[in-house]
């Protein structure tokens, strides 16, 4: 700590008479020395930074910001929040909410919609589709408890997750497809074929991934495969899915399947 300048000192003998001059000198000199410490020391603690009131250096707070603003008090844009980390979910599969309404004639999900073949009669939401919703589709029965099924609906992925895009989405949901529990007593069931090519429908870009399920054992008279079409296009709505799942084997339903198909367009 700075206390002030230091002065030398001499040694002298008094003489005489001497004594109380000296001791007036003295005390003269340390008079003078003390009030030079006194001012240093005060001087020292009004002008060296952060001393006193902890508010005295820091400037006037003229706004608050918090770590969510995207602008600080001085306008310049402060660093985002660090994302939280969200663990990837296999085949996730959100809350089926319905958001569209059919038009006259067709099915419609997201940003697409399909004229229903003739032969497809019934109406259900799909199940078990992974990374879709807002889902309509129409069934037409193979035999027993067993369908073909044509369907469309909007591209949900993952919240937390990035989108990775048509391609891999159309994958995406062939395969979780195919791992889902939708195939009842069938047994040895093998992902074969699997293809994917890029496609443009209604000038909708995007992906078309088709792929043969086989069954080693299934208790069907008429088919022991089906055949799986993803498309997943980018339309005005936001990401958006048709698919099938057509008993191979059985002629109506495959020409209906490619009727569906070729009846897609996007919401105008």
Known sequence: MHTGPQFPTTQQQPGPGSRGTALLIGGISFAVVFLLVIAGTVGYLVLRPGSGDPQASSPPV??????????????????????????????WTPEPERTSTNP?????????????????????????????????GA?????????????????????????????????????CFFYSSIWGDT?????????????????????????????????MEKTDATELVIVVLETAEGPSVFGTETALGVTEHEEAAAEAYESLTGVS
Do not use: H
């Not at 003229?62 to 296999?90: C, F, H, I, K, L």
């Not at 193979?142 to 073909?148: G, R």
């Open 104 to 136: 006259s004639g067709k099915l419609r999900g997201g940003g697409l919609q399909f004229i229903p073949p003739a032969i497809y009669q019934q109406r259900a939401t799909p199940y078990g589709i992974a990374y879709t919703n807002d889902l309509q």
């Open 187 to 219: 047994t040895g069931r093998t992902l074969d074929d699997e293809i994917t090519e890029p496609v443009t429908i209604a000038g909708n870009p995007g992906y078309r991934t088709t792929a043969t399920v086989n069954f080693a054992s299934a208790p």
């Open 62 to 91: 003229t706004g608050s910001t918090t770590a969510t603003d995207p602008a600080g008090a001085d306008g310049a844009e402060s660093p985002s929040p660090s994302p939280t980390d969200v663990e990837a979910e296999r085949c």
């Open 139 to 175: 069934q037409a029965l193979v035999e027993s408890s067993w369908y073909s099924t044509t369907f469309v609906g909007a591209v949900e992925w993952q919240p937390g997750i990035e989108y990775p895009g048509a391609e891999v989405a159309s994958q995406t949901i062939v395969n």
